[in-house]
């Protein structure tokens, strides 16, 4: 069995790190309305602000996470690895990771500019992909 490529294996970071941003605003819900009223299907759930805007950060990294595993994946298939694709998969990971961040602690610019990074690697290692000639 061959290891995983560099792109794979950030991919698979930046997915760990989707799959486990619900839980401080989740947690935050709880705390604010109790597990019961939790559990239930209320229109409105209460939250405190950070938690909301970490919830929206997390909708955005679902959003941008199938595109860019598509990317990736279309890679591996042809085999395409070089330091262009690497460069975009770790910066995607980070920008990933500094979103959320900059969305609860609202430094002004941040969010976007994390955001605007995360879309540009995805963009650059598309055109990487498409223009391979493999």
């Known amino acids: 069995m061959e290891p995983l490529s560099l792109e794979l294996r950030y991919l698979i ?10 839980v401080p605003y989740i947690l935050a819900h709880i705390n604010m309305v109790g597990v019961t009223r939790a559990l ?3 229109e409105v759930q209460p939250m405190p602000d ?4 970490l ?31 690497a460069f975009c998969a770790i910066v995607f990971f980070l920008a990933r990771l ?3 961040v900059a969305m609860v602690s609202r430094v002004w610019g941040t969010r976007t500019a994390a955001f ?3 879309w540009l690697v995805t963009i650059i290692y598309m055109f990487a992909v498409l223009f391979s000639g493999a």
Do not use: Q
């Open 55 to 85: 919830k929206g950060a997390h909708y955005n990294a679902v959003e941008n996470l199938a595109p860019f595993a598509a990317i990736v994946i279309a890679a591996e298939f042809i085999g395409l690895h070089n330091g262009l694709t």
């Open 13 to 22: 970071y930046t997915a760990l790190w989707t799959l486990v941003l619900w």
């Open 50 to 53: 950070w938690a909301k805007r």
């Open 98 to 100: 500094v979103h959320p």
């Open 116 to 118: 605007a990074v995360g």
């Open 40 to 42: 239930s299907y209320e």
